[in-house]
């Protein structure tokens, strides 16, 4: 399905219309069960994002960037992963996380400042998000080749932002996963945004899928308000790499319709008439549509979903908040495998300057 739209024609992969009517011939005929289970899982992401901002407004999280707009796109993607491939996040991943698997009281303990909330359990392979923008896709692709080599028979797969195809790492990334034909999926969620920087000035192509084109290997650029057409791209896209047919760039097409993160004021660079634009293609209310005209949606049902995904939010909070502190040694411990001197000097001052119980 993927080679049938060409990005550099402007073409993209898109399932639904905005009506929730799918396009004959491209829905990928999801059971009833697993429609159900994406639905649930934006749903719960919504809620567990918007439970995020309200916490770091209290002082009870740290600086935190949204996902609100961005559910297809993490859902879509991560549905259509098998448990056995592996996961190379970025900072704004929530719904990927959930679907994947990872607690979200684990999820929130990492923003709410305790790097031991980003200790995978046992049976995920999903890698530390990484801060520094792009860097973890050098590592993908170094998991990619490993994987190869060892004939697993599995994908990697990586998600960054439109503003990471700036980077020497998305360059260096991509440009050895066609070499050595890894077994990447490349998932840009291209939310029209790096910070303030628009799409316009971070690259004059005219999608980023096209760039691809010039590491050798396909690339597709699909709707990422439709979690249909990001499933359906990805699946096929892992399908490939597993199969040793080497990698694929994703585009999915989207919006940031929160602030960058919880210290950044977006209206201060855009337009509410361009937001609202964006409101309109809701991912959340297209798929609802999707599975009304399905009969798999009703009011009853919508109730039943939201109170269970406020329910998971809410334990989840209270099992971050009781967990411990962190212990103050963390903040210096894992960077030198032996401290420099004023480094410990530094911890020492630090923890005299705390009350007893948190030294
Ligand atoms: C190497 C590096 N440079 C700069 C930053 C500061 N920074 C954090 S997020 C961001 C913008 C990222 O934009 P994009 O890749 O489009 O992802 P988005 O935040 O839109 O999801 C920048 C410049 C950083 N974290 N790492
Ligand atoms: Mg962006």
């Given amino acids: 399905m993927i080679e049938r739209f060409d990005p550099l024609k402007g073409e993209r992969l898109r399932v639904l219309d905005e009506d929730g009517q799918a396009v004959p011939g491209l829905d990928p005929n999801l059971s009833d069960d697993l429609l159900r289970t994406l639905y649930e ?71 709410m400042g305790n790097e031991a ?6 049976g995920l392979n999903i890698f530390p998000i990484s801060i520094p923008v792009a860097s973890q896709i050098p590592q993908a692709v170094g998991a990619g080749i490993a994987a190869k080599s ?31 034909r890894t077994p990447n999926v490349f998932v840009c969620i291209n939310n029209q945004f790096a910070i303030s920087v628009p799409r316009s000035r971070q ?6 899928a096209q760039k691809a084109i010039a590491y050798g290997f396909p ?11 990001v499933f359906a791209a990805t699946w096929e896209a892992l399908a490939v790499a597993r199969s040793g047919g080497g990698p694929t760039l994703i585009e ?44 798999l949606w009703d009011e009853a049902y919508e109730k039943e979903v939201q109170a269970a995904a406020s329910d998971l939010v809410e334990k989840s909070v209270a099992e971050a908040e009781a967990r411990p502190p962190a212990s103050v040694d963390d903040i210096f411990a894992y960077t030198y495998a032996e401290a420099p001197p004023d480094l410990n000097a530094q911890r020492d001052e630090l923890k005299a300057s705390l009350p007893e119980g948190r030294r």
């Fill in 117 to 122: 909330g980003l200790r995978t359990p046992d």
């Fill in 219 to 229: 690339g597709v650029q699909v709707d990422g308000n439709d979690v249909l057409a």
């Fill in 150 to 180: 060892r004939k697993l028979g599995i994908a990697v797969v990586t998600t960054f932002g439109d503003g990471a195809t700036s980077e020497g790492d998305f360059h260096e990334g991509l440009n050895f996963a066609g070499v050595f």
């Fill in 203 to 208: 690259s004059a192509a005219a999608t980023l």
């Fill in 41 to 111: 899982r934006m749903v719960q992401t919504r809620a567990a994002d918007a439970k995020a901002l309200k916490l770091q407004r209290q002082g009870r999280l740290g600086t935190y960037a949204p996902s609100v707009g961005h559910e297809a796109s993490q859902v879509g993607l991560a549905s259509a992963m098998s448990r056995d491939d592996w996961f190379f996040p970025y900072f704004r991943d929530l719904g990927t996380f959930l679907t994947l698997g990872y607690p979200l009281a684990d999820y929130y303990h990492f923003w």
């Fill in 252 to 295: 999915a097409y989207t919006y940031r319709m929160g602030d960058h993160t919880t210290s950044d004021d977006a209206a201060r660079y855009r337009t509410k008439e361009e937001v609202q634009q964006w409101e309109r293609r809701d991912p959340l209310a297209r798929f609802r549509l999707y599975l009304g005209r399905k009969g």
